[in-house]
C-alpha cells in the first residue's frame, strides 16, 4: 500500500499520492480544499495519475503523511505542511 507492489502500481501507492498531496499544499487548507484542487489536477500536469483515485485512497494518503509527520493539523482543523528545521 505504501509502497508499489505487485498488486499496487507505482501511480497508486500511498506515498505517491501523498508526494502529489504536498505539491498542492502551499498554505493552510481544508481536506476538502484539498481534495478538490488534486480532484482537480489535470492529467498532463500528473501523467503519473493513469487511474482515478477515491476519497478513501485520497484520505488514507492523508493519514500516511500525519503519520510520517509531513504535514500537521492547525488549531482550526486545517492541513498545512510540516515545518522541518535542520
Given at each position: ?6 498488486g499496487i502500481?507505482p ?14 499544499i502551499d ?5 476538502s ?16 495519475r ?6 478513501d ?9 500525519y503519520?510520517i509527520?509531513a ?7 486545517r492541513?498545512r505542511r510540516s515545518?522541518v528545521?535542520?
Amino acid at each position: 500500500m505504501l509502497l508499489p507492489t505487485k498488486g499496487i502500481s507505482p501511480e497508486r501507492a500511498l506515498l505517491t499520492i501523498g508526494a502529489e498531496i504536498l505539491d498542492l499544499i502551499d498554505q493552510p487548507i481544508s481536506v476538502s480544499g484539498i481534495w478538490e484542487k488534486y480532484s482537480a489536477v489535470p492529467p498532463n500536469r500528473a501523467p503519473r495519475r493513469r487511474s482515478r483515485v477515491t476519497f478513501d485512497w485520497f484520505s488514507l494518503a492523508l493519514a500516511t503523511l500525519y503519520t510520517i509527520d509531513a504535514i500537521v493539523v492547525t488549531d482550526d482543523g486545517r492541513i498545512r505542511r510540516s515545518i522541518v528545521s535542520g
